[in-house]
Every structure is written in structure tokens, then in C-alpha cells.
């Protein structure tokens, strides 16, 4: 028997693709452009995507749309509680549907949400993207992500939509739990990270939103963006280009905020010019959901939704998410010469690239790899799950050191974090993206409260539980037995904070961004009034983003931030406030003291920084970034350089010794800041360039040496261009941004070098070298210049936990700031 060319395993990729590719008819080609969303009729089936009923009417039926094929399959398991073996089923029965309507038998790319883990029924809900940041431990992120594309391809999936890149500019904004944070470099390394890991057991990462989605007007979904080109490429491109040159990701989304203007899903400049162009993507771009339709119903800046179609795909877009709406359009606009039948091969071309990688083509394809009982949730997922929450957790204060909590005694739980686990979990979990929309609503798998595992954690304690309010109600009824149960307590543990949920229906997720950063509900009146007992308050936020605690802070005797700590959130919690765990999270966003007055992110220069004889609002948060304490005490010395100076195209060395100067083991994140205090364009004071995350016994010191190329002082110029301009730089070294304890300067010299598009250093690698009745080797007395670019440098088998003081700023110095090569485009 006859095997065609694109169906035998032994023939190149690209001759498989061209042979199967000059088969295919016109409307063949536009269906693999495609995709299709069998939503269920489940409960409150609206608001799963913005303006979604405004597509509902008049869809075929799914057996008509797919008489000649289909790219995507959107969210078979992602819609309903089917549990794994009922969802491999329906991926069967759709995948049967679209080979048996496809002429050549296709089928077609399944792909699924994965923001905190697998969004499926009964599948591990891991912690939120933002508890990500905290973590500070690429390692591990990489590892969770393997996990989740591994519980994805069994069940048949090969497209995650996943990770979320965008830059955290404005705290109110409602998305922020799905962000890593406000930093770049902290993101771009998570990212590349979770993408190897995702891409390493067979499933394409998306990254998204591409770009500047988070940069929105006064923190609201879809709001316009209004950054110009040096921001752009100094903040937002920096971790999509990292994924990308570094991690290799195979898939972007656009973002549906328009910049200056300019809509990304019409912007050639951004798709193609720089994506692919200048960084080299090979994959595909897909569109977020219904963004195409929205070029001629938001943005309007097509008069039809064919103009929409032609317009997306000449720019760059791939293929149109959830379903096809606009692309069938493709066809009489080639008719009409207004599309020129090369444009819609490249992009059918890249998509059958795919498809061919993923084994969809091969003889033996089938659309799971097991047909034995599915666990989606197993005991490894949910240790890991744990881990990740245990790594997440940040202790911002510990006054007279009540934490860890003496046990025996008598403890009140109070607050809505402390009963309804649904606060644990992001607004992408299937608990709350689906599950919040039935009767018997539940979660999807086990998720112990903090009250289950608080009384698990302290058996022979008396632990009494009062929600005194809930996330949204503003009656305080129930606030005065909270009251009663702080009264009669040794210490009062009080969990505040967020519930996840979509376009309004939460306190946090997608559209539900908020006019204050004030505790939500009547919650704000419940801290209040358990502060005013005088009983020791542990303040504990489950947040998705940062609140303002200025109203507080001194009268806690503890605060504990987790960020949304996901299925073992409770466990993670009730270890870190009994010492079992000691905690080692990091901040990746301030925490604000005021509710209003927005602050913004540290990277900011002097004007955003500095309040002193300019404006009566500080702009300064209340606890930085990057900041964390611990049940240890860290230590650093001796920061030595390997040289003075180095050339445009050299690499320094940059040593610091770190020591465990406390009495118990521990975690600290050694953190990186670079300066430069005379730049030609205005620069942040400072911005975080490398970290890693050390592991260190009572006693025990490391030796931790941090390798910059100049490459990473580089900007964009007066003209636009990447340079490295010479001069002097400050390294310093410290535990967060604003507690560096040590500094030393470098000189760059020779003339202003002028770095080449998408050939930059983007990275800072390092190495944990630990030191046994010994000095470490001090940085090598020269470093070649050029050397290439390395690995994000961080250990698997190092972790650590911050030191127990804010410190102070150190210096007024500018710093420069990596990002994308790029010169002034017409339009993005």
C-alpha cells in the first residue's frame, strides 16, 4: 500500500509539508487557518472570553464547519467537568469529525489553557503565574511546566496557551495574577524556563499577550496603551524576545490593547518584522480570542470583517482563535486579487509544520497515548504543586519574631481566606473559570482550607475559625464575632484577600480590575477591628494582586503574602506559620502603603522615584521588590570584580560571598542591580540583571559569581539604535532592590558600540561555588571580550531565603536597561 509523501515518518519535515501543501485545495488551506469552540450549554455559559455571546449566533453546527478540515480544536476538556476519560472521548469524536471532513484526512491541533496548570476537571491546579515570580526558582518553574505538558499530551492536547508575559505597570489591573511580576528579566527567565520545560514533553507554549497588554490606561482590560517605542522595548519585548531567542517557543498571541494606536493584530512591524525577522521565531502566531473580529468592531480600523481577515494575515497572524469567524472571508478576497495566494501558504505552510512535529500526519497518530485510566492530579503533581507554594510565600514582617506560632495555645483563624480554598486558585484554574459558573459549584480537585490544615498543622492547639466576612459583601455582621474569637486568643491569624473570577465576577482575573488597591468587601473594616482587640495579629493576604497595608503595617505582628498559592496553598501556609517551613519567597511587585496615588514599578528613574520638593505623593512602596524575609539571617562580603574595566563587547565577573549567619538552614535570593549614573537618554536608578536562589545550612557560606557582558547595559539610543555606550557603571549586590549591601563600579571603555538586531546578550548567567574551610577563587583576572551569551545560571540544587531587614536605598545613580534592538519603525 501507497503511503502519501506528508504520511511517511521517514521523509523530511519540509518535504512533507510542500508535498501536502500543493494538494490541498484554497478552501482546504483556509480551514487549517481555523479553529472551532464546542462550547456545552453548562450553567452560566457566558463571559468565558470578552464579548463572547456576540459570536454565539448563527455558528454552524461543528460537523459543518469542518467539512474541509480544521486547525484547532479549542478547549475539548476546558469547557465542562468531564472527568479525563470522558474528555479524551470528546477528543476523539471531534477529531474523528474533522479527519472525516478534511479530504485528506488532517486532523486538527488541540489546544487548552495551562496558566495554573492543566485547565481541565480533576487536573492539578498549581500555584498563579504571580506566585511564579515570588518563587524566584526558575528550576523548579521548569519542572512544574514538564509536568503540566505531560499530563497534556496524554490526554491528547498539544497547544497551551501559556505563559503570560505581560508586565505588571499598574496594580489595579485585574490580570495581574497571571503575570510573573513587574520586572522583565525575573519574567523572561521564568518564561524561558517554563516554555523548555512545556516544549520538553511535546507541547507548544504560547507566549502571550504580545505586547504591552499590561501598560493599559488606568489598569483596565483593553485599555489602550500609551508607551512609546523605548518603553516598549526596554519593558515589554525584553522577556517575549528571551522566550523566544532563548527558549525557543514555538507559538505568540497577540494582545488586544492597541499601542499609540496601532492594533497588534494589524501590525506587520510586530509579527513579522521584529518576531520573526529580527529574533528568528519559526512558529506560529495565533490570535487572542475574537481579536481579528475586534480589528473592525473595537479598534475599527478595518471597515469589514474581510478587511480584518486580509489585514491580520499579511501582518503575520496565523491562525484565528477561538473559531473561525473571519477567515473564510480569505477566500473570495484571493477571487478579488485583494490576497495573493503566497501570503495565505506561508501561513498554512507554518501551521502544517506543526502539525507534521506533533505526529498528527503519521500513520499511527492517535489523539491520546494512553487509553489505560487517566489521573490527572496524582500524588508527584500535588508534592510539586506544594513545593511551588512553599517556594511562593513571602514573610514581609515578623515583629518579636511571633512566627513561627508557639503550639501549644489558642489561635483564631479569621477571614474569608481562612474557609473558601476557591481563594488559593487563579481566575484560570478550572474551579473558577468553569466550576464558579454551576449550583454545586465545589472545586475540581482537593483543596484543603486553611482552617483543615491549620488544624492539621497544630493538633493540640484550640484553633477557632470565624469568616467574620466574605470577598465582596461590605455588611459587617459578622465582623463582631470575629471580635469575640481574637478576644479569647493568644494570637489571631487573619486571612484576607482575594476570590478569582472573570469580567466582574471576582475580586481578582481577567476584567476585574479595581478602582483602589483597599481591601475588597467589608474586609478592610474586619482587619480593623481585630487589630483593635490588641490580641498579636498574623496578617496572612491570598491576594492575586499587591493591596495597600499601609493602614496596618505597624500594628501586625506578622504579615505573610501568598500570592495565590494554588490545590496546596493551605499546606504551604500552615508550614510557614509553624516554622515548618521556612519561608524563602520573594516580592516580583511592591506592596503599596497608600490605597490611592498609584505607585508605579521600581524601574523607575529619579522623576518616578523621588518625592522631595516635587510632589506631595510618594511614589515608593511599602515593602520593594524583590524584598522577603526569613527564620535566618543572611550575610554578604567580599564583592570583587574581575576588572575595572572591560571593553563594549567584554564580560566583568562579580563575586560576593553569602553566609547563613542565622541559627536555622535556609534560602536566600542573591539579587543583582545594575546602574548607570550618566547615560545619553534618561534611565531607572536601577534594575534587576541577575539572581540566583542559594541553599545554605546554619554556618554554611557560598561563593556566588554573576557573569555580565556589556551587552547587558546596552538601551536604545537618542536615534533609536541599541548601544552600548562607555562610561561608568555600579554593580551591587544585595537581598532585595532596595536592600543591596554591597557595591562596586566598572568602567566600559573605547567608543559607543552599537549592538546588532537580535544578536544581544540577554542573560547573566551565574555560579554557586559553596566554600568549605576555605576563601572561593576570586573572578578571573580577564575575561574575553564577546563571550557568548550563557544559561539563565541559577542551580537545581540551590534555594534561599531572605535576609530579616528592609535596608535602605543606596544611591541616586541612573541605570540602563536591556531590551530589543530596534529602530523607529512607520508603525507597529
Known sequence: MTVAPWRDPSVSV????????????????IAQLGSYWKRPEIGDAEGFAPMQSTFDEGRDPFEDAVQNGLGHITRAFGSAPLTAEEGVSNLRRLQSAVTAGSPH???AIAHEECLTGLMAHEATTYPAAIAWGASFAPELIGEMAARIGSDMRAIGTHHGL????????????????????????????????????????????????????????????????????RELHEIDLVPFEMAVRLGKVRSVMNSYADIDGIAPAASRWMMTELLRDTWGFEGTVVSDYWAVNFLQSMHRVVETTRDAAVTTLRAGMDVELPETNTFPELLDAIAAGELEVEVLDTAVRRVLRQKVELGLLDPEFDPAT?????????????????RVAEESIVLLRNESAVLPLAAPGR???????????????????????????????????????????????????????????????????????????????????LAVGDIAGLFGAGTSGEGCDVA???LPGAQHELVEAVLGTGTPVVLVLVTGRPYALGAYVDRCAAIVQAFMPGEEGGSALAGVLSGR????????????????????TYLAPVLAWVSDGISNIDPQPLFPFGFGIGYTRFEYSDLELSAAEIAADGTVEIAATVTNAGDRDGKEVAQLYLSDPVASVVRPLKRLVGFTKIALAVGESARVTFRLHADRTSFLGQDYQRIVEPGEFRVRVGSSSEDMRLEESFRITGAVRVVGDGERVLDTPSDVARLRGGQAPSPSASVAAGAPAGTAGTPADTAGTPADTAGTHVGTAVGGAGTAAASVPEGL
Not at 494512553?370 to 506544594?386: K, S
Open 14 to 29: 519540509e518535504q512533507r509539508v510542500e508535498s501536502l501543501l500543493a494538494d490541498l485545495s484554497p478552501e482546504e488551506k
Open 105 to 107: 484526512g488532517i486532523p
Open 162 to 229: 501559556s505563559p503570560v508575559l505581560d508586565i505588571v505597570r499598574d496594580y489595579r489591573w485585574g490580570r495581574i495574577e497571571e503575570t510573573m511580576g513587574e520586572d522583565p528579566y525575573l519574567t523572561g527567565i521564568l518564561a524561558t524556563e517554563y516554555v523548555k520545560g512545556l516544549q520538553s514533553s511535546g507541547v507548544i507554549a504560547t507566549l502571550k499577550h504580545f505586547a504591552g497588554h499590561a501598560a493599559s490606561r488606568a489598569g483596565r482590560n483593553h485599555a489602550p496603551v500609551s508607551i512609546g517605542m
Open 370 to 386: 494512553t487509553g489505560e485510566a487517566i489521573d490527572l492530579d496524582p500524588a508527584e503533581n500535588r508534592d510539586l504543586a506544594r
Open 411 to 493: 489561635i483564631a483563624l479569621i477571614g474569608p481566606s481562612a474557609v473558601e480554598p476557591r481563594s488559593f486558585l487563579g481566575c484560570y484554574s478550572f474551579t473558577n473559570h468553569v466550576l464558579s459558573r454551576l449550583e454545586d459549584n465545589g472545586t475540581s480537585v482537593a483543596v484543603p482550607s486553611l482552617a483543615e490544615s491549620l488544624a492539621a498543622e497544630f493538633p493540640n492547639s484550640t484553633v477557632t475559625t470565624v469568616a467574620g466576612t466574605d470577598f465582596t459583601d461590605t455588611s459587617t455582621d459578622g465582623i463582631a464575632e470575629a471580635v469575640t474569637a481574637a478576644e479569647a486568643a493568644d494570637v489571631a491569624v
Open 516 to 518: 483602589d488597591l483597599q
Open 581 to 600: 517551613v521556612n519561608p524563602s519567597g520573594r516580592l516580583p511587585i511592591g506592596i503599596p502603603g497608600g490605597m490611592g496615588g498609584q505607585p508605579g
